[in-house]
């Protein structure tokens, strides 16, 4: 057993509560002091740290970095434990264990930056659905003023300790018993005799008239809808649901912004949510038309990969995600990350559990979600049956309710199968993840400073000669889109003598941003006819005359990319 898995508590097989993810990442902070740097990016109302650990050499100076985050909605759960999974993997990079499923000339790059990882923007809201069931889209609170009207509150009715759905009968119900899966309910349909049902989810009515039943919401008690209160293309209610008070409201969503913006060396950001099976690329609110043509390369060279390790699909935001079409969201997560920290981001939806009940494809991926006949809720029902022990399908139980009288409570607990893969799936949703991850974060720029020429000019004077390279796929700035951001500052030489004087004009330096190797896919580059590279465009030299003897240190430098330094003996 190697000491990463003597570590382990278990993420890659369980969905692990707070104490439980607290205890993992102190693990592997405690055991790996002078490769992990953990960090409570913030806390929530109720207490629990929202932690960021980051991985790599020479922690106290930044490098080129990745980040990945997940949980950012209660019930996606999945997207801590592929968090975990990716930074045990790149802790088995740097202590040399195997990882079969990265290639090596990955490794070496990941070796050389550094990488943040967020398992769980949401604990409150993870907290509550592991330990009641209860619905949360983000997180368990309800600040807003307008309290007055009807509306439902979660709550146990039933006294099994979960809050899960209730059904009624009711002449006017939308629902109907399925013939085929005693228990499921599915649309009515007009040859449908009844009984007819109502769905409601498990809970009280808050500020009830006694006669008039308030239509649920996915908001109803707790507000805030984090991904949608992030500063980009933010907008108020009611054109964006759940977006807050104002930008960046929530304590969660503000650490994340500040950990980032203080971070401008991070190239790419994963953004982890469930459920789909699909990988979501920018843009989100403009057709492709608009995409910069290096970031659309580079968003082709993500889907090839994504297909090839994960299965599931790369689809554009704008075109194939919207719920509306044309109605952009406003104010998610990786929206901020590409359009604001010039990263090439992205969003997972983990589990793809539509291709595993046999579901049809859709032209637009989003109908995927809604396009759903009672024969396909019947598919997931028999999937449910067979793959997942029954967890999702529970029993109907009868209980008189407080406000209501007779209703029945039970039916559907999503949250493993539906929202998150069964337990036993977690490993290969992890590996797969990671070996995409970590392919992506391997395409930031490495920059080095090559071994110097000395040219002894005479009377105690030499001429240092020295190449700055950009070893790395991605240039020095990142995106194409990202080159025009003021914080995207081009590279700098320092030249500092220990004993030797340097030349005034020489001691420090511009010398612009450096380009990558890569370019993407379908740039136009690969074509057979007229295969050319470019110039020296992921070099510059830098020459400079220093008298005397002693240490010259050269130190190139930009908050994208860190700094490197070379020392030099005359």
């Not at 207490?47 to 930044?62: D, V």
């Not at 993500?302 to 994960?310: I, K, P, Q, V």
């Not at 830098?542 to 130190?555: A, C, E, N, Y």
């Amino acid at each position: 057993m190697s000491q990463l898995d003597a570590l382990a508590r278990g993420f890659r097989h369980d969905y692990l509560r707070y104490e439980a993810l607290t205890d993992q990442l102190k693990a592997w902070a405690a055991a790996f002091p002078s490769l992990t740097r953990l960090e409570s990016l913030g806390e929530t109302p109720e207490g629990r740290s929202i932690w960021m650990l980051t991985i790599g050499e020479g922690l106290a100076s930044p490098r080129p970095a990745a980040w990945v985050d997940g949980n950012m909605h209660a019930s996606e759960v999945a997207g801590s434990s592929v968090a975990l999974a990716i930074a045990e993997d790149v802790l088995r990079a740097h202590l040399g264990e195997p990882l079969d499923h990265v290639p090596t000339t990955a490794l070496e790059v990941l070796r050389s930056i550094h990488v943040h990882v967020v398992p769980r923007i949401s604990p409150d809201g993870a907290e509550a659905v592991l330990t009641t069931g209860r619905y949360v889209r983000s997180v368990p609170r309800d600040l807003r003023a307008n309290r007055e009207h009807a509306r439902w509150i979660a709550q146990d009715v039933d006294g099994d300790g979960l809050a899960l759905v209730m059904r009624q009968q009711d002449p006017t119900g939308e629902y109907v018993e399925s013939a085929v899966h005693p228990g499921l309910l599915v649309p009515r349909e007009l040859e449908d005799a009844g009984p007819f049902y109502k769905i409601y989810p498990e809970g009280v009515i808050e500020a009830w008239d006694g006669h008039s039943i308030p239509d649920p919401h996915f908001l109803a008690d707790n507000e805030p809808d984090l991904n949608r209160n992030f500063p980009y293309h933010w907008a108020p209610e009611p054109d964006q649901p759940g977006a807050g008070r104002f930008p960046l409201s929530e304590p969660e969503t503000r650490a994340i912004v500040e950990a980032a913006t203080a971070r401008p060396n991070i190239f790419t950001w994963l953004n982890l949510h469930t459920f789909g099976g699909v990988h979501i690329r920018p843009l989100g609110a403009a057709p492709d038309t608009k995409l910069a043509p290096y970031d659309r390369a580079l968003f082709h060279q993500l889907e090839r990969w994504a297909d090839e390790l994960t299965g599931y699909p790369t689809v554009s935001g704008f075109h194939q995600f919207l719920y509306e079409p044309e109605k952009p969201l406003h104010g998610d997560l990786s929206d901020f990350a590409y359009h604001q920290r010039g990263a090439l981001a992205w969003v997972c939806e983990l589990w793809d559990l539509f291709e595993q009940a046999g579901l049809p494809r859709r032209a637009r991926f989003v109908e995927r979600y809604t396009h759903l006949d009672r024969e396909d809720l019947e598919k997931l029902a028999a999937w449910d049956r067979d793959h997942n022990d029954g967890a999702v399908l529970r029993p109907w139980t009868k209980v008189t309710h407080p406000q209501l009288g007779e209703v029945e409570v039970g039916g559907v607990d999503p949250r493993f199968g539906l929202w998150n893969p069964p337990r036993a799936r977690l490993p290969e949703v992890c590996r797969a993840q990671s070996a995409l991850y970590l392919r992506v974060a391997a395409l930031c720029p490495r920059v080095v400073i090559e071994a110097p020429t000395i040219e002894p000019l005479g009377d105690g004077l030499h001429r240092v000669g020295v190449d700055v390279v950009n070893l790395g796929y991605l240039p020095t700035y990142g995106l194409e889109s990202a080159r025009s951001l003021p914080w995207n500052e081009p590279l700098h030489v320092d030249a500092v003598g220990e004993g030797v004087d340097v030349e005034l004009a020489d001691a420090h330096r511009a010398i612009g941003h450096l380009e990558g190797w890569g370019r993407g896919r379908w740039s136009g580059t690969g074509a057979l006819y007229f295969q050319r590279s470019r110039g020296s465009v992921s070099r510059a030299r830098v020459s400079l005359v220093v008298r005397g003897k002693g240490t010259l240190r050269l130190r190139v430098r930009s908050c994208r990319v860190g700094e490197v330094e070379r020392v030099v003996e005359l």
